[in-house]
């Protein structure tokens, strides 16, 4: 158990329609970070938030859009889904920003389905 | 940019037969190379990193890699797999410690 948690674990919807992904860090961890990986394009990095803010984009559709909330928990919304948004998303987090590495650590991802 | 390449989509071996798992970069700049590991139904977990120095790193679970900067190469190696060992692997690159960039994953499956 990385700590880190992912709600929910399954998602099933219907193309045209609007989700949210919510995930919550391991307690401490200031930095969120998304990733969708699907059979196609394997594991790409969506974007980065550092204590409230955006820090770094990936490979994010305009159709999808996140945020991180004072309490640190971050949400990912996903609109005007299609069916070539069906993936598996996950949310990691590490302390910080800082020089060099930081670890990040994964939680057990949402799997969207759209139908 | 950075990009990642790993050759094999799949990997067969023997339980207690030794295994490596290719992994190649491209960076015009120095990166910062990993390895993780996905266990069916799991999230990726941390198998070993090279930051800088020695360039044998040695990383949980009895893996190993090597870098070679001369050859853009992390390969990922272990000399004798268990079943548990059965899961899919990602070799990740990135610059700022922070971004990452990862392979397509290798899938390891080891026959009893």
């Known amino acids: 158990d990385s700590g880190v948690t992912q709600t929910p674990k399954h998602l099933i919807t219907a193309t045209g329609q609007r989700v949210t992904l919510r995930c919550s860090p391991r307690?401490?961890?200031?930095?969120v970070y998304w990733y969708q990986q699907s059979l196609d394009q394997g594991l790409q990095f969506l974007i980065q938030?550092?204590?409230?803010?955006?820090?770094a984009k990936g490979n994010i559709l305009e159709r999808f859009s996140a945020q991180q909330f004072p309490d640190l928990h971050s949400e990912l919304n996903l609109s005007s889904l299609e069916l070539g948004d069906s993936a598996l998303y996950f949310c990691a987090s590490s302390v910080g920003l800082g020089q060099g590495f930081n670890e990040q650590f994964f939680g057990p991802g949402t799997r969207l389905t759209v139908l | 940019a950075q990009s990642v390449t790993q050759l094999d989509s799949q990997v067969p071996v023997f339980e207690e037969a030794p295994v490596e798992l290719r992994c190649n970069y491209s960076?015009?700049?120095?990166?910062?190379l990993f390895w993780y590991v996905q266990y069916p139904n799991q999230g990726l977990q941390l198998l070993l990193k090279y930051l800088s120095g020695s360039t044998l790193v040695k990383g949980i679970n009895g893996f190993e890699a090597e870098f070679n900067k001369s050859q853009t190469s992390f390969h990922l190696r272990k000399p004798s797999v268990h079943i548990s060992d059965t899961a899919e692997y990602f070799c990740?690159?990135?610059?700022?410690?922070?971004?990452?960039?990862f392979g397509t994953g290798t899938s390891l499956t080891v026959i009893p």
């Open positions: 307690s401490g961890d200031l930095s």
């Open positions: 938030y550092y204590n409230g803010e955006e820090r």
């Open positions: 990740a690159v990135s610059v700022t410690g922070n971004q990452f960039y």
């Open positions: 960076s015009s700049v120095s990166v910062y």
